[in-house]
């Protein structure tokens, strides 16, 4: 069945280093890949999507990048800021690309330190 | 431009009551889904509902139903409730039907089941 993994520890950092945080799948090929933050008791906020055609997307301080072949996707946060400190979690389409479900991890809780 | 909205914020309710959940996706936007986030568990697909059908559901028992109004507005049923459907349950909309976008997320309904 598909599963996405992403790294369950917390992840500590400094103020000003860069963040990376991964997402791991497997028995699937997704059209699209994506990234949410999420804060205590709120919903999922969007932050960037990229297609298996596309290997890095960047947005401000953020970059993904998509490994089709290691079925990987690496999510950066480069300055981190401790206003970066949430979850972020990676998102795929179940199955084909519009069937409306989402699979989602379970989420990466980062904390930057100032 | 308001966001998905979603109603009420906090529910408590006896086991084996009803509860009722109310979505209001972002203007524009045809295709609402609902997900149930359990403490640890990350976010479960639970149904999509597009121009007033359910076009699918989660690995979800029948009680867990919905329906989607004229105007996209969604409703999520929970009949027969038990303590472990005690989560937070995310509305979330979509420009497109079914996915290949990024997902708006109303802020939930914490949902206790005592």
């Known amino acids: 069945s598909q599963k996405i993994e992403q790294n369950s520890e917390a992840l500590n950092i400094q103020e000003g280093k860069t963040a990376t945080l991964t997402c791991n799948y497997t028995?699937?090929?997704?059209?699209?890949l994506q990234w949410y933050r999420q804060d205590p008791g709120r919903g999922p906020v969007f932050l960037l999507l990229i297609r298996e055609n596309e290997k890095e997307k960047r947005k401000e301080r953020l970059k993904v990048t998509f490994d089709t072949t290691l079925k990987q996707s690496l999510f950066h946060i480069t300055a981190s800021q401790p206003a970066d400190s949430a979850t972020y979690l990676c998102?795929?389409?179940?199955?084909?690309?519009?069937?409306?479900?989402?699979?989602f991890g379970q989420g990466t809780t980062l904390q930057v330190k100032p | 431009e308001a966001g998905v909205t979603q109603s009420p914020t906090h529910l408590i309710k006896t086991r084996g009551q009803q509860a009722t959940l109310r979505c209001s996706p972002i203007?524009?936007?045809?295709?609402v889904y609902w997900y149930q986030q359990a403490l640890g568990l990350g976010l479960q697909f639970l149904l999509w509902y597009d121009e007033g059908e359910e076009r699918n559901r989660g690995n979800f028992p029948p009680r867990f139903s919905g329906r989607q109004f004229p105007n996209y507005s969604s409703e999520l049923n929970v009949n027969a409730l038990e303590l472990e459907d005690s989560a937070l349950y995310l509305c979330?909309?979509?420009?497109?039907?079914?996915?290949?976008?990024?997902?708006?997320f109303g802020q939930g309904t914490r949902l206790t089941v005592v």
């Open positions: 998102a795929l389409p179940f199955g084909s690309s519009n069937t409306g479900k989402l699979i």
């Open positions: 203007s524009g936007h045809t295709s």
């Open positions: 979330a909309s979509s420009i497109l039907s079914g996915g290949g976008t990024e997902a708006f």
């Open positions: 028995n699937y090929s997704p059209a699209y």
